[in-house]
Nanobody, 119 residues
Framework: QVQVVESGGGLVQAGGSLRLSCAAS????????MGWYRQAPGERELVATI??????DYADSVKDRFTISRDNAKNTVYLQMNSLKPEDTAVYYC??????????????WGQGTQVTVSS
């Protein structure tokens, strides 16, 4: 089992920055990738991912503004968000993709953290 807990959301003015953190615990070695998703009213969308090998991927809407990174010693993934826009307002969720001892794929979600960008 893998558990993830997010922190770092809040209220910021447009053009400002925030850093979100996601701490993983449990079967850390079984994690293949971790990612950040967000949900405004509507569907949940992928924001950024980072694999166990360090490869990253971003949604087009956040490229060149957001950076995903990780600290293996702390089992923590970060999302640095710069040049924030009102349309970035959403609940941000961290997720970990991991494999069970039987090789089955699983996804663990955090509880979410609110990010509000005022204009």
């Amino acid at each position: 089992q893998v558990q993830v807990v997010e922190s770092g959301g809040g209220l910021v003015q447009a053009g400002g920055s925030l850093r979100l953190s996601c701490a993983a615990s449990g079967s850390i070695r079984s994690i293949n990738s971790m990612g950040w998703y967000r949900q405004a009213p509507g569907e949940r969308e992928l924001v950024a991912t980072i694999t166990s090998g360090g490869s990253t991927d971003y949604a087009d809407s956040v490229k060149d503004r957001f950076t995903i990174s990780r600290d293996n010693a702390k089992n923590t993934v970060y999302l640095q968000m710069n040049s924030l826009k009102p349309e970035d307002t959403a609940v941000y969720y961290c997720a970990a993709d991991w494999a069970s001892s039987w090789g089955l794929s699983n996804k663990s979600w955090g509880q979410g953290t609110q990010v509000t960008v005022s204009s």
